[in-house]
């Protein structure tokens, strides 16, 4: 049982790039999370999926897009890196009533 | 507005002294609150959820819907509590959390 795997953990991108964030669950969880960690400012959640083919904007969602096709997998994109966008990703997942199994974050640099 | 609010970026106590993250938050309902933790290095993980009322690693959390805080409180810190501490809120009817700003706890031989 790995719970919630992401990858990569590192990347530097440069403007304008485009990458793929990856996340997988084995839990069979409904929810879940895509959050931001930036210093000082807690996590700020991107988006979130409450099922397969089910997802919906979080409190910071430009520049960002995801998909859930699967209850395994929830990928997060982004087209065209900007410098905002350097910051820590932490993918997570939930059961309604449960708290949160978290990864181990991606560190995302863009220069 | 739904908001969590840690007053306090860093805290930094003597290994054996009383410590307390203070958390307060703004909701119109019956809130759900939890306190998160990551350990240097490693990804964040469920400490508290307020209604378990249990005690984890000597800590505890006690919910005042009249002040609206949920405080982390341990009476002797240890140093392999130094680590980021985060208070979340989870509104009624959904599965998001909502952060504060995360406090950093740092506990001194």
């Given at each position: 049982n790995a719970g919630v795997t992401q990858t990569p953990k590192f990347r530097i991108l440069k403007i304008g790039q485009s990458m793929t964030l990856q996340c997988t669950q084995?839990?069979?969880?409904n929810y879940m999370y895509w959050y931001r960690q930036d210093p000082g400012m807690g996590l700020k959640l991107i988006y979130y999926s409450v099922g397969a083919g089910i997802t919906d904007k979080g409190e910071v969602p430009n520049g960002y897009n995801v998909s859930r096709s699967t209850t395994e997998d929830f990928p997060l994109r982004l087209e065209l890196a900007a410098p905002s966008q350097t910051s820590v990703y932490f993918c997570a997942s939930s059961l309604p009533d449960v708290g949160y199994t978290f990864g181990s974050g991606t560190r995302l640099t863009v220069v | 507005a739904q908001r969590v609010t840690q007053p306090e970026k860093l805290l930094s106590v003597f290994k054996g002294a009383p410590v307390e993250l203070k958390c307060n938050y703004s909701y119109s309902g019956s809130p759900e609150l939890f306190w998160y933790v990551q350990y240097s290095r490693q990804r964040l993980q469920l400490?508290?959820?307020?209604?378990?009322?249990e005690s984890i690693k000597g800590f505890t959390a006690d919910l005042n819907k009249g002040e609206t805080s949920f405080h982390l409180k341990k009476p002797f810190a240890q140093e392999e509590d130094s680590a980021m501490y985060y208070c979340a809120l989870k509104p009624a009817n959904t599965g998001k959390l909502i952060f504060g700003q995360g406090t950093t706890l740092q506990v001194k031989p």
């Open positions: 084995d839990m069979n969880h | 400490l508290l959820r307020h209604i378990s009322r």
